[in-house]
């Protein structure tokens, strides 16, 4: 038997945020949607933040600090 790793394990139990990714991915891909800088502190190397996988071209662009600190804070009061 193997084993499973963690990221198999989150992409198995979010479906929905893959799809987001991936739909996003794609978007900035076809120049449809443009990477923007962190809206919390400027900085160019920015990751898009999925609040709503129902939306995956609605995201917030932040620096991976930031990105961080939004997904420790959802831990703590989720």
């Known amino acids: 038997m193997s084993k499973v790793s963690s990221q198999t394990k989150w992409n198995r139990a979010n479906p929905k945020a893959i799809w987001a990714q ?17 809206k919390e502190c400027g900085a160019l190397d920015a990751e898009a933040h ?26 703590q009061t989720g």
Do not use: F
């Open 22 to 38: 991936q739909a996003l991915r794609s978007a900035l891909k076809r120049g449809l949607i443009i990477q923007e800088p962190c």
């Open 50 to 75: 999925h609040p709503d996988y129902d939306k995956p071209m609605c995201v917030d662009w932040l620096c991976r600090l930031h990105h961080r600190h939004v997904h420790m804070k959802g831990r």
